[in-house]
Each structure stands twice: as structure tokens, then as C-alpha cells.
């Protein structure tokens, strides 16, 4: 693919290997040549085996666990091919960690997310290209291009298929109040009503107490959010709309499965019937569930990069 005289090149780190060949498939091209290890001591060793001197250069590697890790990883390819004089490199980054720490909640705290932004940016990248950031805001962390994809409209074809023809027999459910905004978007994809877990403590260490505003009886539901971490809003949410709401069934959808700590377990042990999940962090096998539906992020990004590459607009993609 070559269409104003640089060729374009697709490279990896660790996180996300099978994205990046999927990517690299969907455009017709071969992943880069470039190895990415660690040396004895664990500082993180990258060596790029083939020439990027004048290509436009995208870098595949989400920042998941291990988190530090993974971001090294990142920084370091870019410094590489920096050095290496190519023409321009895009950070791909399908799940961007530390995305949660983008203000001040209490005095003396770290804005993480804008940290990692400047060493993004410091490192020589000159466009990102995330998916679902966790705060819109920190597109403005950024002194370079932000081209910010989301995963709404495939989860969306995946529930419709579903719902076919029975609008009325679904409602789709914000597990908290962050949420309401995403989930009313997704309802409206796939024309269904909202309904909104309002959680709350009634006094400290005492459990929390969940009223479901909207109706949920008899209705088979979905909860949409942006990741599914610990997994203990999602599993809590779907107790409430069966045990106080009534409803009959219980479906998830999340763009990324960070999936830390007891989660595996505690959607194992849940109510909820399927999960569908994207593929913005890899999931191992011997962590994967039969509740759990993976689709694919690929051709968006793919699209995506073809888009930035022949400077048409990102935005059109999905709507």
C-alpha cells in the first residue's frame, strides 16, 4: 500500500500480538520485522529488523497488564524508530492504561493519565490512535493528533442479532451513574429503553443498597460499560435487576476485559448468561469462560489506520 510515495508499516510489541497480525491481514500487509525482549535484569530490549527510514509507522501495543511493562515496551519502539528516521509514527494503542487516573481526587494525587501522555509524547510519537478512553478529557492530555475510535457500534450489531425483532423484550442497563451516557447511546443503536443501577451506602462498611430507576421486570437485559476490571459493579448490577427488578435474563457487553483480581470468578459464579467482550486485551486461555464472546477490533483499526494514512476522516467509522 503506497498511495503518496511512503509505504506504510505495521509493528508490535507484546500485549497484543494476534491484533496486529489481524490488522496487518486486514490491509494486506506483513507485520514488521522487530523483536522485543528483556534482558537479564529485566530492562526491555528492541530491535527493529528492518528499515523504517521514510515509512509511515503504526505501533499495535495496548497498555494492560503488566501495565509498566507493556508501556516500556511502547516507549522504547518509538524511540526506536524514531532514531531510525521514520517519516511518522502512530502509537496504536487499543486499551489505554492508566486512563482512571485523569484527576485529582483527593489532595496530593497524581494525574497518572496525563503523565503518560507526555512520555507518549516525548518519546516521539506523533499520533495516537486508542479506542474507549475511560475519560474523554484526556484527549486533551495529548499535544498531538487523538484519533479516538469506539467500540460501541460493534457490540451493538452483536446484541441486535439478539434482539432481532423483539425491541420491547430487552431494556439496556447502566450498571452505575458514570455509565448513563454510554449506555444511552447503545440503547439508541440498538432501539431499546434504559434503565440505571443508582448504588448507594447507607452508612460506612455497611453493603451497599441498589435501587433501579426505569423498568427491568419480565425483560432480558444488558449492561454496557467501558471495561469490566474487578468485575464487582457488573456482577453486583446483575443481581440487583434479577433479585429487586425481575428481570428475566441478564447479558453484559464491555469494550475492554481487563479482568483483574477475583473477576474470572465472580462472573463465573454470576448470573449473567454471555458476556461479550472485545479483543483490546488478550484474554488467555486458561482465563477464558463459556460466558465470554469475543469479537473483533481489527478491521476498525484497520480502517482506521487506512484512513489516517490517505488523510480521510477518522470519525465517519462506525456511524
Not at 97 to 119: C, H, N, T, W
Not at 230 to 235: I, K, N, P, Q, R
Amino acid at each position: 500500500m503506497n498511495f503518496h510515495g511512503k509505504d506504510i508499516k505495521i509493528f508490535t510489541c507484546n500485549s497484543n500480538r494476534q491484533v496486529a497480525q489481524q490488522i496487518a491481514d486486514c490491509l494486506g500487509i506483513p507485520v514488521g520485522k522487530s523483536e522485543v525482549t528483556s534482558f537479564s535484569d529485566g530492562e526491555i530490549s528492541v530491535s527493529l529488523h528492518e528499515s523504517v527510514r521514510g515509512s509511515e509507522c503504526f505501533i499495535v501495543q495496548s497498555t494492560c497488564a503488566p501495565v509498566n511493562d507493556n508501556l516500556m515496551e511502547l516507549l522504547i519502539m518509538i524511540d526506536a524508530m524514531k532514531r531510525a528516521s521514520a517519516a511518522s509514527i502512530t502509537a496504536v494503542i487499543p486499551y489505554f492504561g492508566y486512563a482512571r487516573q485523569d484527576r485529582k481526587a483527593k489532595a496530593r494525587d497524581p494525574i497518572s493519565a496525563k503523565l503518560v501522555a507526555d512520555l507518549i509524547t516525548t518519546a516521539g510519537a506523533d499520533r495516537v490512535l486508542t479506542m474507549d478512553l475511560h475519560a474523554n478529557q484526556i484527549q486533551g492530555f495529548f499535544n498531538i493528533p487523538v484519533d479516538h475510535l469506539v467500540g460501541a457500534p460493534i457490540l451493538a450489531n452483536f446484541f441486535k442479532e439478539k434482539i432481532a425483532d423483539k425491541p420491547d423484550d430487552f431494556v439496556v442497563v447502566s450498571p452505575d451513574f458514570g455509565s448513563v451516557t454510554r449506555a444511552r447511546n447503545f440503547a439508541t443503536r440498538v432501539g431499546c429503553s434504559i434503565a440505571i443501577i443508582d448504588k448507594r451506602r447507607p452508612k460506612a462498611n455497611v453493603s451497599e443498597v441498589m435501587n433501579i430507576i426505569g423498568e427491568v421486570k419480565g425483560k432480558k437485559v444488558i449492561l454496557v460499560d467501558d471495561m469490566i476490571d474487578t468485575a464487582g459493579t457488573l456482577v453486583n448490577a446483575a443481581q440487583a435487576v434479577v433479585e429487586r427488578g425481575g428481570a428475566t435474563e441478564v447479558y453484559a457487553g464491555a469494550t475492554h476485559a481487563v479482568l483483574s483480581g477475583p473477576a474470572i470468578e465472580r462472573i463465573r459464579n454470576s448470573v449473567i448468561k454471555e458476556v461479550a467482550l472485545l479483543d483490546t486485551v488478550s484474554i488467555s486461555e486458561d482465563r477464558m469462560l463459556d460466558k465470554f464472546t469475543m469479537l473483533h477490533v481489527a478491521p476498525v483499526f484497520a480502517e482506521a489506520i487506512e484512513r489516517i494514512y490517505t488523510d480521510k476522516p477518522v470519525s465517519l467509522i462506525g456511524f
